[in-house]
Nanobody, 118 residues
Framework: QVRLIESGGGLVQAGGSLRLSCAAS????????MGWFHQVPGKEREPVAT???????TYADSVKGRFTISRDNGKNTVYLQMNSLKVEDTDVYYC????????????WGQGAQVTVSS
């Protein structure tokens, strides 16, 4: 069992930055791929960024060059640095864990609200 707790969400003006954190407890953090997802209305949650056990990252096209995912295995934490935020980035962001970036994404956090104002 892996427990994930997100933090760092909030309200920011367009062009600003936020950093989301996801603290993991339970099984060995370094043994999991980690990801940040958002909820698309009417669809399943889609990945915003993922990071493999060895640090390989992937990004949705909409956030490439603006968001950076990273992990600190010593702190059992994964981060999402969000820069140059846009109004359309407003969403709830969920942290997730999986055996690999191919999934299955079995463990989820409660979500962190990010609101970007114009």
């Amino acid at each position: 069992q892996v427990r994930l707790i997100e933090s760092g969400g909030g309200l920011v003006q367009a062009g600003g930055s936020l950093r989301l954190s996801c603290a993991a407890s339970g099984r060995t953090f370094s043994g999991y791929a980690m990801g940040w997802f958002h909820q698309v209305p009417g669809k399943e949650r889609e990945p915003v960024a993922t990071i493999s056990r060895n640090g390989t990252t992937t990004y949705a096209d909409s956030v490439k060059g603006r968001f950076t995912i990273s992990r600190d295995n010593g702190k059992n934490t994964v981060y999402l640095q969000m820069n140059s935020l846009k109004v359309e980035d407003t969403d709830v962001y969920y942290c997730a864990a999986a055996p690999s970036t191919l999934g299955p994404w079995s463990y989820w956090g409660q979500g962190a609200q990010v609101t970007v104002s114009s």
